[in-house]
């Protein structure tokens, strides 16, 4: 009775999990890969343990269903390598990222800002500048694209295989402050500092306090020659000294930031105020 409770667990175990039916069966790990061969291939010694084991267990039907099953396995076992390798780490990689939304440069506008040369912009998609370790700025007057701008290149990355981490300069310097405050300071510079791509959207938006414009040095120096930034920003390099409260620590950042960084500077009109426009317009055509 016992051994044909047992026959019935591995009949059931067979048709849910092939690979279970190996160590159930043998003990043994059931594929040897030949350094040539692309594949798996069950030995000939294991097989012929497997027959052995099947035909004592009143299994005929396993060992002739052997080959198939093993077939099944290597199949399963090829798709799921595949998956976690490729599919899994580039979705994370975009889920924790942060990004407002995942647009490319295919999708941009470029005749909305004639002034803006899209071989400079489209240079940024290439990551030549991750790769160099080195940092893209993009400054402009509000609405004038720049987020939008910055994202396209942090989605390539994402694609790349580089962990990228998007956040306002406002968001990441309230969450350092905050955690300072609770002796969790070095914890949560982690944040910032371990994504290979770092983007700090509206610089210039808020004037910081000198303590506040200590952390935001803190995180710029030591990505340094480490790692990337890509920033947005309203206001000209002239005036971040207004914008981080003094001059000195708005030099020594900007020392190290455009050391190895493309700028790229957008004048042209609003996309937002455009759209506000084009409502105003279809509006008064109703009326």
């Not at 052997?66 to 799921?80: C, S, V």
């Not at 470029?110 to 080195?134: W, Y």
């Amino acid at each position: 009775m016992a051994l044909l409770n047992r026959a019935a667990a591995v009949r059931v175990e067979v048709g849910r999990r092939p690979l279970s039916v190996y160590d159930e069966l043998t003990g043994t790990r059931p594929f040897t890969t030949h350094p040539h061969a692309g594949g798996s291939q069950l030995s000939e010694l294991v097989s012929t343990r497997i027959r052995s084991t099947a035909a004592k267990l009143g299994l005929p039907h396993l060992a002739e269903s052997l080959n198939q099953y093993a077939g099944r396995a290597d199949e399963a076992k090829r798709a799921t390598s595949t998956s976690s390798i490729w599919s899994w780490p580039r979705k994370s990689l975009f889920v924790l990222s942060k990004l407002p939304h995942h647009k490319t440069l295919d999708e941009y506008d470029f005749s909305f800002q004639p002034e803006l040369d899209p071989r400079k912009i489209k240079d940024l998609a290439t990551l030549a500048f991750v790769e160099a370790k080195g940092n893209a700025a993009l400054l402009g007057p509000p609405g004038v694209g720049k987020t939008r701008i910055a994202v396209a290149p942090s989605v390539a990355a994402c694609r790349a295989g580089f962990s990228v981490y998007f956040t306002t300069l406002d968001d990441m310097v309230r969450q350092l402050e905050a955690a300072e405050a609770t002796g969790r300071l070095n914890s949560k510079l982690r944040t910032y500092l371990r994504p290979g791509v770092l983007v700090v959207d509206e610089v210039g938006y808020q004037p910081l306090e000198r303590a506040e414009a200590n952390l935001v040095f803190q995180v710029i120096s030591k990505h340094y020659e480490r790692d990337s930034i890509i920033l947005t920003s309203n206001k000209t390099f002239s005036e971040w000294g207004q914008v981080f409260g003094d001059e000195v620590l708005a030099t020594a950042i900007l020392d190290r930031l455009l050391h190895h960084c493309d700028v790229v500077s957008i004048n042209g009109p609003s996309y937002r105020l455009k759209n506000r426009l084009a409502a105003i317009e279809r509006d008064a055509n109703v009326a």
